[in-house]
């Protein structure tokens, strides 16, 4: 499996696309992930090499004619290419660069194609030692094929071929009747095989879409879509780690619908929900590209504005407060009006983390509210003191109960 801070390129050659094709409506997410897994790691790519290197070697030492010595150098310069491809793309990948992966490709079939050929030289001379070296060799490949590659299962399907298929020709050459069961071993051999790949790139990608629509789930807000507390604090935390050493502010506006109750008391809860989407497609569609909004729960909503000043932050506030008081259409066929009340903290004016933040931005939150409303106010140091007394006397509370028992 590929490293996560590791990226590699989707191939652009119109062969090798296809041969990495993994179905049509598979997210562009998981094809980068897929491709990502052809690379492999080092140590099970040495071994690979190692394996058929070291065959190669000793066939040619046994018998040291053209053919075998021909296929050791093809060895050779395969290898060693595929090796330096290796390295070059897991540097670019870390550094998020393209990636040489149509080159990776065509030399992973011509591999596959190398060890096929030297079971078919080894069959056709009649040495039954090299014979059955090299046929293990391209036997046990089929196998690690399967294991590396089906990822991109039109690859695996070709290399499990290019291995082991030049058997066939191989064994009719070698003129021993016994071998000609290949004829009727290896097709369905290789046929389980390139059906096996395909089963498990099916698994793979279902297990990756599982896992992908668990973890939007968990970051999600179910009614509305929105970034939930964990996508928000997850963002928060991410966005102020790489604050240090940039300029501009983080701006957090906290938002808290008014009179949100009488919509649920006077429709019922199927029109609140109704109108809590509505307020959510209307924030999507007023926050600026790059920031992010968010549902916390019941009607609180919060947009973390990246690279702005506090003037900005508060300008965007007001026009959310105008914007969201704007009447709704609900689905019982009234029309509705609520006001939004907006707290706003500023990073790192405010605080470094995502809990001072969001305490920060409730206080000031609760200084909107107590103003009267629909508008919004920017946390103070007043807001700041009478927060941490508050958290002071909370934290000293437990201590006071322990000494009186």
């Known amino acids: 499996m590929q490293s996560d801070s590791r990226i590699y390129s989707l191939p652009r ?16 997410d998981i094809r980068v992930a897929l491709i990502g897994n052809l690379y492999g790691t080092l140590p099970v790519f040495i071994g690979g090499i190692l ?33 330096a491809v290796l390295i070059v793309a897991r540097r670019r990948a870390l550094r998020h660069r393209a990636t040489p992966t149509d080159i990776n490709l065509v030399l992973s079939i011509a591999w596959s194609g190398s060890v096929g050929y030297g079971a078919l030289i080894s069959l056709a001379t009649g040495d039954w030692v090299a014979s059955t070296l090299a046929c293990i060799s391209a036997g046990a490949m089929v196998g690690g094929i399967c294991f590396r590659n089906f990822s991109a299962p039109r690859l695996c399907g070709a290399m499990i071929v290019l291995s082991l298929g030049p058997t066939i020709p191989g064994a009719l050459i070698a003129g021993e009747p016994l071998m000609l069961v290949l004829f009727f071993q290896i097709p369905m051999y290789l046929a389980a095989m390139t059906m096996a790949c395909f089963k498990l790139n099916r698994m793979l990608i279902a297990t990756m879409r599982a896992e992908r629509e668990n973890d939007r789930r968990a970051r999600h807000d179910e009614l509305t879509g929105l970034a939930n507390r964990a996508g928000l604090v997850g963002a928060l935390e991410e966005r102020l780690s790489q604050q240090d050493g940039r300029r501009g502010s983080l701006a957090l506006l906290y938002l808290d619908l008014d009179d949100f109750k009488v919509i649920n008391d006077t429709y019922g809860h199927a029109a609140g929900d109704r109108l809590l989407q509505s307020v959510a497609e209307r924030l999507r569609g007023l926050v600026p590209e790059g920031d992010l909004p968010a549902r916390l729960g019941g009607d609180e909503f919060v947009v973390l504005a990246a690279g702005c000043t506090e003037e900005q932050a508060t300008a965007l506030g007001r026009h959310l407060v ?36 969001l305490r920060a931005a409730d206080a000031a939150l609760y ?5 009267g409303g629909s508008r919004c106010e920017v946390a103070s140091e007043d807001d700041l003191a009478r927060l941490r007394l508050l958290l002071a006397r909370n934290a000293a509370e437990p201590i006071r109960q322990s000494a009186a028992a």
């Not at 040619?60 to 050779?76: C, M, N, Q």
């Not at 200084?367 to 103003?371: E, G, L, P, T, V």
């Open 367 to 371: 200084q909107a509210k107590f103003a």
């Open 13 to 28: 050659w119109r062969v090798t696309r296809w041969f990495a094709d993994c179905g049509a409506d598979v997210p562009e």
């Open 322 to 357: 105008e914007a969201i008081g704007v009447p709704y259409n609900l689905d019982c066929g009234a029309r509705a009006r609520v006001g939004v009340s907006v707290g706003i903290a500023m990073a790192p004016e405010h605080g470094n983390g995502a809990a001072d933040l």
């Open 51 to 83: 394996n058929t290197l070291l065959v190669a070697a000793a066939i040619a030492v046994r018998s040291p004619t053209p053919l075998f010595i021909a296929w050791l150098a093809l060895e050779i310069a395969i290898c060693l290419t595929r090796l």
